[in-house]
């Protein structure tokens, strides 16, 4: 592209006697020159400020300093009609930039350098490479007597090998990132690496770092730079750069096809002795601001315990971003827990469930299939409070039904970054459930009632059942009050839930009444709201236009036995209580309430 627009240059000399062969380079003298190039980050935006400084042969600067501005968003700039006594400069670029791997203009501003032989209509291009060079060139040049293009092409191999990159391309400041050259797909490939999803201040902060170390023996001996490298170089999305760079130059009204790079990039990972820190870009602590155990950190295991009700506890799904410049996560978990086979015939599996605490912050969620629940949030802080639950077995082939096994639970998590279709990390997790749930020294597989603490085995009818669990350890017979019971369920999420498919149908509650006689009554109760019209028989919405639901259950004179039993919180969104006869609050939960036997009663 030719550039043929004159602009305003400011200029100082305050080098006198610079026309000293001795301290200028010799006959080198140069009169009426122009210079023109692109700056690049991505490009660098329209008006951003371009400085040339003069260097005598030592490489300082003489004092004569020349003055531009880009020209337009493609990073152009032009020096025209000026003077040397010198053909050394120094150029520097400060401004904002387009930011390819974002896709978007940069919030502050950064400055890249060069150092180039001046002569009459030389294009001279900064970039990435050139800055990181530089400090090295001046260093080659001023102890080891090489010339200034020897020293540019040692330098410029110094750097590419910090990135596992061996090719021999064209100098550096011939580099554009909207041409198509193996070069230029090198300073795509560098260029992206370094920018990550780093802030300006934290993507200077690496530059200067990496050119310090750097300097003086070409070698990157910080441990801690090569990880910061390669801990964002793996969450590079290729496609997406691509795209950012063409649809950039489209809206400029320019068509370009960039390189391929993403090989460039593959081969660092692949190939680098740097150690991978995913917490360099987004952290998983190890536990969330609530207490729980962060199933995210990597560092807690793959094993996780139910460390506080048995089959069902609280964990936390927390990540936090490193930097807020253009991350986005989408966590995937998949139930893969393998269920027992060896059930009798009146036995019943109680599926594995995660449940949703509404106390979040971050995150959104949805079930778009059975067993499968995706987390997405672009927000800096993110933490949810997860209520799992492992797999229990229920045998209905008694009088009173029980919980007769309990298994663990298993989910396969998979990380993606930045809308990308592959996950950067996979994960297999397991929830485990005590071996002797209830603690009595008998474990669960040999235990003739496993939730309840009976370590002698009594089996008076020898059923197989233990006496614990058939005569009022794991049921729940009591000989109730009669009366009306007043059940209040709360809609913590407000969205006008009721009772479905996946909350146990339209009678999430079932109380199974037992006369004097031994017949039994199935009595139910369901959850409404005012969101839409609802089908539950004897359900009254809340009459604050909420979401909250009020239900009598009334439970007859000569009552033997009453049985209430949950059929589970789904969605995690329903906090409930229940009210007796005696005008006591009997029971309580929060929400996440499993299935199974509910401990009411009010005698």
Known sequence: MFLGLSLILGCSDDSEGDNDSANTGGNNALDGVNISGYAQKGPFLNGSSVILSELNESLTQTGSTFTSQIIDNTGAFEITGISLVSNYAALRVDGYYFNEVCGEQSSSQITLNAISVISDDRNININVLTHLEKARVEYLMTNNTLTIDEAKSQAQSE??????ISESIESSENLDV??????????????????????????SELMANIITDIRTDGELSSSSLGSQLISQAV???????????????????????????????????????????????????????????????SQNGNDFDMWSNYYMCEFSLTANFNSDNCTKIKVVMTDITVPPSNLSESEVLQQPYISIDTAQNGWDW???????????T???????????QTGYVIDYGFEDS??????????????????????YSVREINFITPIDFDGDGIINLEDNCVGVSNPNQEDSDGDGVGDACEDGGNDNDCLPAPGDYTITMVDTYGDGWQSDSNNGGTNPITIEVEDADGNITSLYAGMCSNAEPFTVDSCEPSSDGGFNAVQVVTIPEGTLAANWYFAGDYWGEIEMSITGPSGNVIFSAGTGLASGLMPV???
């Open 159 to 164: 750097v590419l090998a910090i990135f596992n």
């Open 235 to 297: 969450l590079l999305n290729a496609n997406d750069i691509s795209s950012n760079l063409e649809n950039r130059y489209e809206s400029l009204g320019i068509n370009i096809s960039v390189p391929e790079f993403e090989s460039h990039i593959t081969n660092f990972i692949n190939n680098s002795e740097y150690t991978l820190d995913n917490s360099l870009a987004i952290d998983y602590p190890e536990y969330g601001g609530q207490g729980f155990p962060n199933i995210l950190n």
């Open 378 to 388: 672009n927000d800096t802080t993110n933490e949810m409070p997860l209520i799992i």
């Open 601 to 603: 009663c009010d005698d």
């Open 402 to 423: 029980i919980e007769s096994g309990y298994y663990d639970s298993s989910y396969r998590v998979e990380y993606f970054f930045n809308d990308s279709d592959t996950p």
């Open 366 to 376: 949805s079930f778009p299939s059975v067993g499968v629940v995706v987390f997405e």
């Open 178 to 203: 909207s041409n198509q050259t193996v070069g230029d797909a090198v300073l795509i490939a560098v260029s992206s690496i370094l920018q990550g999803f780093r802030s300006e201040s934290e993507y």
